[in-house]
């Protein structure tokens, strides 16, 4: 341009910026792994409800368990049950099969009360 010139420069911007072609792939690995680490998350999460879910209702057949145990002290101890050493550790299908079971009496037991 000279002095005095009073024509505007103008220049051309393409009107969207151009990519790269192999980004497009990034983008979906970094989804796919998004994605795969939040049910990673979601199932850590259901895992751990199912845990304390357990641990909250053994606690509660616990406590049901030595209050029926103290209203049974006047029975003689030979019908308790037998405690045996052996295997201390339940499997997780074991516990979870537990939980049902009291989780089925305790329904049981509320469904005699409302009659």
Known sequence: PQEGDDSLMVRVVPAKALKNPGKIKVNFEELGKAKEEEERK???EEKQKRYEEHRRSFREAKRRST???EDD??????TKEQVTPGKLKLTFEELEKERQDLQKKQAEEEAKRRL
């Open 73 to 78: 002290e006047d029975q003689p101890k030979e």
């Open 42 to 44: 979601r199932t850590e």
């Open 67 to 69: 209050a029926t145990q």
